[in-house]
């Protein structure tokens, strides 16, 4: 059985153990049949296509969520850092083929859990079933509502118009700080556009007083730019 007091801390901030008391979340991990994997930079947890694996939440570390274009180059659809949650749509769906990738950015563990056995007779017995259902279908919304994101910033004709709705979803501080969570390189692919296209348009808004760039953190001059 894994020590769950272990990783207490990133169980605390993961959507999946809302709302359930920290003595009940090995009733949760025995219910799930909760698995710890390690992966090394580059390794690939799911590949587009599979049908048969399991989702997880990640321990440590980073995976890196995509898709390849026509030209087979990525497309970054989204990031997950310790506590978030991966593969559960395609893991309750236990029929669907993957759309995307997914592979570890950093050396990192990884909680695999079998979110099928939600919907099996088996599980009826654990105390925290209904809660931790309710937490996937949040989830589960919560990946809709970046997906609808994902198509409003490709759907943009303009490179200012899709920097500007992904600086839109992006938590900005008081200063008006915001802490991206993109290199230059992987917030191109991101958008989908140009790396060098990308560097120019941010400094013109550099130089028109929108905003100032200092590495991967973008301060906002002119706040009405995201209205």
Do not use: H, W
Not at 58 to 69: A, H, K, M, R, W
Not at 128 to 142: D, I, P, Y
């Amino acid at each position: 059985m894994i020590d769950y007091r272990r990783y207490i801390e990133c169980f605390r901030e993961s959507g999946l153990f809302e709302g359930i008391s920290e003595d009940k979340y090995k009733n949760v991990l025995s219910c799930l049949d909760a698995k710890i994997a390690d992966y090394n930079t580059g390794n690939s947890l799911v590949t587009e296509g599979d049908t048969n694996y399991l989702a997880g939440i990640v321990l440590s570390g980073g995976l890196e969520e995509f898709i390849y274009d026509e030209n087979s180059t990525p497309v970054i659809i989204r990031r997950l850092a310790p506590g978030d949650i991966f593969g559960a749509e395609l893991a309750c769906s236990r029929s669907l083929a993957s759309q995307f990738s997914l592979e570890a950015t950093e050396n990192s563990s990884v909680l695999l859990l079998d979110f099928g056995s939600l919907m099996s007779t088996n599980t009826l017995t654990c105390p925290c079933r209904m809660q931790v259902t309710a937490n996937l279908l949040q989830e589960l919304a919560s990946q809709v509502n970046l997906f609808n994101v994902k198509v409003r910033i490709l759907s943009q004709k303009k490179l200012r118009d899709k920097i500007k709705v992904f600086l839109q979803t992006q938590k900005m501080d008081e200063n008006g700080i915001i802490e991206l969570p993109f290199t230059r390189n992987k917030m191109a692919e991101f958008l989908y556009v140009d790396r060098s296209a990308l560097s120019r348009e941010l400094s013109r808004m550099r130089d028109e007083n929108i905003i100032l760039v200092n590495g991967m953190q973008i301060t906002m001059v002119d706040k009405s730019f995201l209205k």
